[in-house]
């Protein structure tokens, strides 16, 4: 199971009446259980001798609940974008990123015409980058979040005009 259908099912999950979810494959375990102000998800994997791995893989879980601040801030942007604007928010937490590596160039820009599948930044958590691709058609207005800093789950990133 890669990272996009983990994304696919929470999405899946948040708008059911699925209260938890478990998933079991060979050396992977998946539980997402759904609260009210936050998912929690819980993914764990057999030891390995470390020798075998160039990363240890250990338990983790991960829990998204929003601080007020950062609902007072989501909110503020939520009532700023136009009728026909829409706003990407982040798919988990950690550190948003605007180019795949310093040496490079940012992949959007403020004014960049986007199509589903172009990649709009990179989100490192865990020491994984994990790529954020766009899921609609439209121009990039703004960019909501600085180079290099921390992002919560479900925060807004970018305001796209949609066609």
Known sequence: MDFRQIQEL???INKSNIGELNIEQKDFKLTIKQ?????????????FPVQSL???????????????????SAEKVK????????I???PMIG???????????????????????KVLCVIEAMKLFNEIESEISGRIVKILV????????????FEVETA
Do not use: C, H, W
């Not at 990363?55 to 829990?63: D, E």
């Not at 600085?146 to 990133?157: I, K, M, R, T, Y």
């Open 146 to 157: 600085e180079d290099a800093s921390p992002v919560e789950f479900d925060q807004p990133l």
């Open 54 to 72: 160039p990363v240890q893989v250990a338990p983790a879980q991960i829990t998204a609940p929003q601080t007020p601040a950062a609902a007072a």
């Open 79 to 86: 009532a700023e974008p136009s009728s026909n604007n829409t």
């Open 95 to 117: 550190t948003f990123y605007r180019r795949p590596s310093p040496d490079k160039s940012n992949f959007v820009e403020e004014g960049d015409i986007i199509t589903p599948g």
């Open 88 to 90: 990407v928010k982040s």
């Open 35 to 47: 609260k009210e102000e936050a998912i929690t998800q819980v993914v764990s994997a057999p030891p």
């Open 10 to 12: 929470i999405k899946m």
